[in-house]
């Protein structure tokens, strides 16, 4: 019996791996056959999916062979976890709950809050919105002035510099040139043949030294001539914006060409008793046509009052 019993298993174990084993190859051909079938789609195979899967199962493979104090304690571990969980939501419901009604009232406060801001806001913003424009525009032209002032005084350095470069240049290029032949004559004059030979180099180069004299004073000349005109037309540019300074803050430059020197009379007080203002140690005196209130008042003014 148990040899029959054992024959028949193995018989049939045998058979059904056979029996498999065909099954599956013919399933391996058929989906052979399948995939050279023309219009046969492929299957995508997530890899991500699939190592993350193969990661789990190694774990849990891995974790099996563990020492059962080991994976008990792990348990315990995993308890604990879950248990600090539901503390946590716990104690997150308490504290939503007794949180609600301080931040319902904090909001309510709030809203009070800029309800009385926008009551007020809307009986000032007409005012508000003229002097933020007279304020905009006045400081807008005083930076104006300065960036204008900023800029064109750099364009003044860097024109000067053009220049100087330019004629640097300009000579030193003429200059290797003469150098250059200064030596091949200078070669010439050694190696002459003979006394006619000679004195014809010798005279070249005297010619040629002469040149380089000449060329050198008429670049010192050019060069001193471009330097001298910077200052001056920075000192220009500093008059230009001086006046356009002070005529946007309501003063009278008394220093600088287009003032009124003959305005400064008597001590602190201008032409028709207007005050004087100058900046300390460095001459500059200022005739105050608007004194800084009346500034003030005149861009604070209310939306009903007139420009004038």
Not at 92 to 104: C, F, G, H, N
Not at 221 to 240: C, G, L, R, V, W
């Amino acid at each position: 019996k148990g040899n029959s019993k054992g024959n028949s298993k193995g018989n049939s174990k045998g058979n059904s791996s056979r029996g498999g084993s065909r099954s599956g190859s013919k399933s391996r051909a058929g989906s052979k056959a399948n995939s050279q079938q023309p219009g046969a789609q492929e299957v995508e195979v997530n890899m991500l999916e699939v190592r993350a899967i193969q990661k789990r199962l190694m774990m849990l493979m891995r974790a099996s062979d563990l020492e059962p104090d080991f994976q008990e304690e792990l348990r315990s571990i995993l308890k604990s976890l879950r248990q600090k969980g539901r503390c946590n939501v716990a104690i997150d419901a308490v504290v939503s709950q007794e949180a609600t009604r301080p931040l319902a009232l904090r909001d309510a406060e709030l809203l009070a809050t800029a309800e009385a801001t926008i009551v007020f806001l809307e009986r000032n913003t007409s005012h508000v919105h003229e002097v933020g424009l007279r304020l905009g525009s006045f400081y807008l032209d005083v930076a104006r002035i300065l960036e204008r002032h900023a800029s064109r005084d750099e364009e003044l350095d860097v024109e000067a510099e053009d220049r100087l470069m330019e004629l640097a240049d300009d000579f030193r290029e003429k200059d290797h040139e003469v150098e250059a032949e200064v030596q091949v004559q200078s070669t010439k004059l050694k190696n002459a043949a003979d006394e006619k030979e000679l004195e014809g180099a010798y005279e070249r180069v005297l010619d040629l030294l002469d040149k380089i004299y000449e060329s050198y004073y008429e670049y010192h000349a050019s060069a001193t001539a471009a330097a001298a005109k910077h200052p001056a037309h920075i000192a220009q540019e500093k008059a230009d914006f001086v006046a356009q300074l002070c005529e946007s803050l309501g003063l009278v430059s008394l220093s600088h060409p287009g003032g009124h020197p003959a305005a400064a009379e008597g001590e602190g007080e201008g032409e028709g008793g207007l005050p004087q203002w100058s900046v300390a140690g460095s001459g500059e005196v200022y005739l105050v046509a608007r004194t800084p209130e009346a500034l003030v008042a005149h861009l604070m003014r209310p939306p009903e009052a007139t420009d004038d």
